[in-house]
């Protein structure tokens, strides 16, 4: 069998395989809200779809959220609180565990389902995505008895009731890095998906019910942006935890100013990756290409600003390029694609805006000539070359597969160069010096940078931004502090 080319984030397979089927999951052909342990109606009757965004079926309807949805979900969450609050930690902590094993043993399904709700390989649903939301579930556990040994001297009570809204890029990974911290420290939560992605939200649901989890600890409710700012502006929560665009954030910002509620705003990003002239140049391509290309860019931290040292700038951009060609377009259950689709027609259409501003910015556009299926909604992995700082297309985020490209020539340039913009969630860095690394590191104004590499998670890290990136961490022990009460 040939070899087939694969980005340095797929892991095993790197031989042809039939697809995954969708015969292997089970959906329902309607789901209501899950509140207070199970899946009701919704209060209005409505409904939307949720569909494939690689071949445009329906996969199922989903209840639409309105306020009195969100009301029903918040007094379910507030009378389990007060169980749940009371329950001893080491108890809270063997639902957590039941959860995070439950979703490993049934990652396969969750994976088929993530990449088919919304559009992404299922070679990093089944890699990253599951296997990184059961770790989350069972790092939480694990801290839900040992408060006191993560805030010596301090007493940790929990707050009450989190109303937690998502984004559609990462669905499942989303919710754990919500839910578990939340109810492992005795919270109780209403939280939301996104309107194109809300299956495994509502399949995580499923594995709640069938955990044990005591009745209205978790909530989960359906709908789109005005479901959320329903959430938003229930006074019968005492934390808004909020993961998508800064536009949104900032509403948030508004909405709940005056009130006594507690946030996280976890917001947009226009990560630069760096590239020195010292740096190992395959291994940093291959860091480009994963910087901007996993998850069709559709990344927070993406590394969506190339700067390359001028001195190697030609070479990189031409290993770039070449690189480019061998990835492979198509459907997301097929093992070997590397770029699957574009998650919503709105978000194509905005990316589609953005690649005509790059060309009529002046910025040379160039696309592998890679096929593209008919039917879906697709995006060919993108170069912008010879941009400028002033270009729209470096300054905004574009959440899809397209990467800007500058270069630089010292070091001081690159720092100043990448710290010019409004955001400061992530960085990258690639050079053979431990030094450079330290000083640039230590100088760029963002939440995350990686060495070396780009795009690795864990749960132990925090993770969270700078300026319009957001406020507040999620992750690692700074997760556990919006959810608590320190005294
Ligand atoms: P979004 O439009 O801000 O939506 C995020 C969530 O908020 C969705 O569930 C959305 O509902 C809901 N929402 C929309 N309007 C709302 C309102 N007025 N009040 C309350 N909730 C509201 O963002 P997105 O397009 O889904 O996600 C992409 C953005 O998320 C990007 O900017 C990305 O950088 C950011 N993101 C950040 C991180 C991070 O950790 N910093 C991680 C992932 C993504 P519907 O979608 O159902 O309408
Ligand atoms: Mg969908």
Not at 172 to 197: C, D, F, Q, R, S
Not at 459 to 484: A, D, T
Request: charged fraction near 20%; include cysteine.
């Amino acid at each position: 069998m040939p070899k087939v080319n694969t980005l340095n984030f797929n892991t095993d397979w790197q031989y042809a395989e039939a697809p995954e089927s969708s015969d292997h999951v089970q959906l329902e052909s309607r789901y209501g809200h899950f509140i207070n342990g199970k899946f009701v109606a919704p209060a209005n009757g409505r409904y939307f779809k949720t569909i494939n965004p690689a071949n445009e079926a329906k996969l199922a309807d989903i209840a639409s959220g309105s306020a009195a949805d969100v009301d029903k979900a918040v007094r379910a969450a507030k009378k389990g609180y007060k169980t749940w609050s009371r329950t001893p930690a080491k108890e809270r902590a063997k639902y957590v565990y039941r959860i995070a094993r439950m979703l490993q043993e049934r990652s396969r399904e969750f994976a088929v389902i993530e990449s088919m709700d919304g559009g992404k390989p299922i070679r990093e649903s089944k890699n990253i995505d599951i296997p990184l939301a059961a770790a989350h579930f069972f790092y939480y556990a694990g801290w839900a008895d040992k408060l006191d040994y993560a805030f010596p001297n301090r007493r940790a009570s929990s707050i009450g009731v989190a109303g937690q809204i998502i984004p559609w890029n990462f669905p499942l990974l989303m919710a754990a890095w919500k839910i578990a911290p939340a109810i492992a420290t005795g919270n109780t939560v209403v939280l939301k998906p996104a309107e194109t992605t809300p299956l495994t939200a509502l399949m995580l649901a499923k594995v709640i019910q069938e955990s044990g989890l005591p009745d209205g600890v978790v909530n989960i409710i359906t709908g789109a942006g005005k479901t959320g700012s329903a959430i938003v502006n229930h006074p019968g929560i005492q934390k808004i935890a909020f993961t998508g665009s800064t536009e949104v954030g900032k509403i948030i910002q508004k909405a709940i100013a005056g009130t006594n509620k507690r946030y996280t705003l976890e917001l947009g990003g226009k990560a630069a990756n760096i590239i020195f002239e010292d740096a190992a140049i395959d291994q940093a391509v291959e860091g480009i290409i994963n910087g901007i290309f996993f998850n069709q860019g559709h990344v927070c931290c993406a590394g969506s600003r190339l700067f390359i040292q001028e001195s190697v700038a030609d070479l990189v951009i031409r290993k770039l390029k070449d690189r480019m060609e061998t990835l492979i377009v198509g459907d997301p259950l097929d093992k070997n694609t590397d770029i699957g689709a574009i998650n919503s027609k709105d978000q194509l259409d905005k990316i589609k805006y953005y690649l005509k501003i790059g060309v009529n910015e002046g910025a040379e556009m160039y696309q592998p000539s890679c096929r593209i299926p008919q039917k879906g909604y697709w995006c060919r992995p993108t170069l912008f070359l010879n941009c400028a700082q002033s270009h729209r297309i470096v300054q905004e985020e574009i959440f899809g597969p397209v990467l800007a490209v500058q270069t630089f020539r010292t070091v001081d340039e690159g720092i100043e160069k990448a710290n010019n913009t409004p955001y400061g969630l992530s960085g990258g860095v690639w050079t053979d010096k431990g030094s450079k690394i330290f000083k640039v590191s230590s100088k760029l104004r963002a939440g995350v940078i990686w060495a070396n590499t780009y795009n690795k998670f864990d749960p132990s890290s925090p993770f969270g931004g700078y300026k319009e990136s957001g406020m507040g961490r999620e992750g690692g022990l700074h997760g556990l502090m919006p959810y608590l009460e320190l005294n």
